[in-house]
């Protein structure tokens, strides 16, 4: 069936670098796309979102890819921080906005560490 | 707070016992979801109520699980005659609107329930 999934299950980075975190989604229809961060013990937390209209969307310290052709999804941190260290999930919504209430297919995630 | 709250925190019950799990959105959010968190996954959609109405139940597993939001605010999970495989975490999401995804989605903490 169609779903959303990441390529690499764990990531160690040292403190200042960029980290890339990558997604690969398989449902064509999915129009919107979210990353989240979940820290041990909580819920996710909103990061950056994209909307299919979009290739490339930039936040406070993070940027996030979209490439319809290949149907991937990456999300970049730059200059990594101790804090940053956490589980990140990409989620995907078809027909986000219109009809659409937010029900989010999750990806596995991937597990960030950051090394002092 | 001004979050979502879920109580309780954590969860044991011995198989076959029935548990309720409790989700207090933020004060005025028409939109209510309910996800499943296995370890080491990402969260997977159980079910989604608009105020008391709930429009999508597609997500939950069997029907040892029902979900209610009698009034449009607190919603309750419940599920009867607890198995092994029940053991996740269980996230609460409230947003805004009857739209909304995205920014506007808020997870709780989260119920871990341990089936033993």
């Known amino acids: 069936g169609e779903s959303v999934g990441l390529h690499l299950p764990t990531l160690s980075v040292q403190e200042g670098d960029n980290s890339i975190i990558n997604c690969a989604y398989s449902n064509s229809a999915s129009d919107y796309f979210i990353w989240y961060k979940q820290e041990s013990g909580k819920g996710p937390q909103f990061i950056i979102d994209?909307?299919?209209?979009?290739d490339k969307r930039q936040g406070q310290r993070v940027t996030v890819l979209l490439n319809k052709t290949v149907k991937h999804l990456s999300l970049q941190i730059a200059a990594t921080q101790p804090g940053d260290s956490a589980v990140y999930f990409c989620a995907e919504n078809k027909g986000a906005g219109g009809t659409s209430y937010g029900k989010l297919t999750f990806g596995q995630g991937t597990i960030l560490t950051v090394h002092p | 707070g001004a979050g979502v709250s879920q109580s309780p925190r954590y969860k044991v019950a011995k198989r076959g016992q029935d548990v309720a799990l409790r989700c207090d959105p933020i004060?005025?959010?028409?939109?209510l979801f309910w996800y499943q968190q296995a370890l080491g996954q990402g969260p997977e959609f159980l079910t989604y109520f608009q105020n008391e109405a709930q429009l999508d139940k597609s997500g939950l597993p069997s029907d040892r699980f029902f979900a209610e939001r009698p009034e449009g605010s607190v919603s309750t999970l419940k599920i009867q005659r607890t198995q092994q495989e029940d053991s996740a975490v269980y996230l609460c999401?409230?947003?805004?609107?009857?739209?909304?995804?995205?920014?506007?989605?808020?997870f709780g903490q989260g119920t871990r329930l341990t089936v033993v």
């Open positions: 994209i909307r299919s209209n979009m």
């Open positions: 999401a409230s947003s805004l609107g009857q739209y909304s995804v995205g920014t506007e989605a808020f």
């Open positions: 004060s005025g959010h028409v939109s």
